[in-house]
């Protein structure tokens, strides 16, 4: 692999990577050497529920530039407790590896449990990261507005919205908000036309590259397993959109 020298004079990172997940169960300690070898200097693994949570943050451990995010996935609406949430904030206070909250939000899409169970499971781990003055990573998925109407109502004022995915009429109300849109492969899918003007017009301080590995991998590698150093192709786009 080779890639343009002149993209490492950023700090490339990967804000969203499922490492824990079984499809890296094989060989993680290779993909995440890859990663290191290619530049990156941050991965941020992502927990969908307590067990990915409890393995991203043993991850987090083990690796310097491997950091993590705790939560449970809309997916995984049904497992989240208040001895859940408890353990969340144990988590979050003792270790300083925990920078977030998430993957947390709404999936209208898969809709695998109902929405309202969904929005309050979603506003409630928002209120455990206002108390614990961390930051929120959300997952949305044909659910925009809704997202939009509880993070407005929650008062929370870090987001990033993971896997961003809608049009410029809502990307302009994210940044208006100073909300934070993660783009991921995504934005190299030939159909996304509409995404990339929104990669093209957002704010500088507005963005974070991810890969949401092992899912969704960038155009040169669709159909295989999605990992970090990918992310290198999503910043070449980034890159070529924006001159
Ligand atoms: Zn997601
Ligand atoms: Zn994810």
Not at 120 to 126: D, K, N, S, T, W
Not at 201 to 210: H, N, R
Request: glycine residues 6%; aromatic residues 10%.
């Amino acid at each position: 692999m080779s890639y343009d020298l002149r993209l490492m004079t950023y700090v490339l990172q990967d804000t969203h990577a499922h490492l824990d997940f079984s499809a890296f169960d094989k060989d993680r300690e290779a993909v995440i050497e890859r990663a290191r070898k290619a530049g990156l200097q941050k991965i941020i693994c992502v927990g969908c529920d307590l067990l990915s949570s409890d393995r991203s943050i043993e991850l987090a451990k083990k690796y310097d530039f491997i950091y993590a995010s705790i939560g449970v996935h809309p997916s995984d609406a049904d497992k989240w407790n208040t001895d859940l949430a408890s353990k969340f904030i144990v988590q979050a206070k003792e270790e300083q590896k925990v920078v977030s909250i998430g993957e947390i939000g709404l999936d209208y899409f898969h809709l695998d449990h109902p929405k309202e169970l969904q929005k309050r499971v979603f506003r409630e781990q928002l209120d455990l990261a206002k108390q614990l003055g961390l930051p929120v990573c959300v997952h949305m998925r044909e659910s925009a507005s809704d997202v939009y109407d509880v993070l407005i109502d929650s008062g929370i004022e870090q987001v990033t919205l993971h896997c961003f995915n809608e049009g410029l009429e809502f990307a302009q109300k994210a940044w208006a908000r100073g909300w934070v849109l993660g783009f991921g492969g995504t934005i190299t899918y030939p159909k996304n036309e509409e995404l990339r003007k929104v990669v093209a017009a957002c704010p500088s301080e507005l963005f974070v590259l991810e890969t949401d590995c092992p899912f969704l991998p960038p155009q040169s590698h669709r159909g295989e397993r999605n990992e970090p150093v990918y992310v290198i192709e999503v910043a070449k786009m980034v890159s070529a959109l924006r001159s």
